[in-house]
């Protein structure tokens, strides 16, 4: 079946280290790809997207490039902040169809200063 | 532009009862969907709505049930409360159905059951 797996979290860093959320997937056709961030108490917001192979997806300095041979959606930045401190969500939706989104079951960040 | 808006924001309900829970989309978005998110794990797909018909469902059973209203606003109903309903439950709204338009999420609905 279709499906997102993520690395499982906690991760824990500190402050301007560099981020890397690993995500593959298992679908039909081809999928759109999604990261969401949750913050604490909040919905989701979304952080980038991609639609296609090789597409890349950036946005905040955070940046995934969807890679159609590995099945993959890394989440990737450079430097991060104490404020991205939240749950990142790996997503798909299926090309055709209702844009049901399927998630990972998300990876815990926390930045220390 | 008014973003997607739910209530109420907390519910405690005991089990067998029934609960409403009520969503609002963003202006301009004629498509709606539910998603229940367990703690620690990741949002799953309830359904959809789209211009007031259901559109999709997840693995749910038929005691999940919904609307959507003239105005796209919707509501999730579930029967029979069960203690494994506690969750929180997101609405999302977007413009039309394609499969890469972005969905909007409101701030959710925290239901516990007793």
């Known amino acids: 079946g279709n499906s997102v797996t993520q690395m499982e979290g906690p991760v824990t860093l500190s402050e301007e280290a560099f981020l890397t959320i690993n995500c593959t997937y298992t679908a039909t056709g081809y999928p759109s790809l999604f990261w969401y961030v949750q913050y604490p108490g909040e919905g989701l917001q979304l952080l980038l997207k991609a639609t296609k192979a090789d597409d890349k997806g950036s946005n905040k300095g955070f940046e995934a490039t969807y890679r159609k041979e590995t099945t993959s959606f890394h989440l990737e930045k450079g430097s991060v902040q104490v404020s991205d401190s939240a749950v990142y969500f790996c997503a798909l939706t299926l090309s055709g169809g209702y844009n049901k989104l399927i998630f990972g079951a998300g990876t815990r960040l926390a930045v220390h200063p | 532009e008014t973003g997607v808006t739910q209530s109420p924001t907390h519910l405690i309900k005991t089990r067998g009862q029934q609960v409403t829970l009520r969503c609002s989309s963003q202006?301009?978005?004629?498509?709606v969907s539910w998603y229940q998110q367990a703690l620690g794990q990741g949002p799953q797909f309830i359904f959809q709505y789209y211009r007031e018909e259901e559109n999709g469902r997840g693995n749910f059973p038929p005691r999940f049930s919904g609307l959507q209203f003239p105005n796209y606003s919707s509501e999730l109903n579930v029967n029979a409360l069960e203690l494994d309903d506690s969750a929180l439950y997101l609405c999302a709204s977007s413009l039309e159905l394609a499969g890469n338009n972005e969905q909007f999420f409101g701030p959710g609905t925290r239901l516990t059951v007793l």
């Open positions: 202006s301009g978005h004629n498509t």
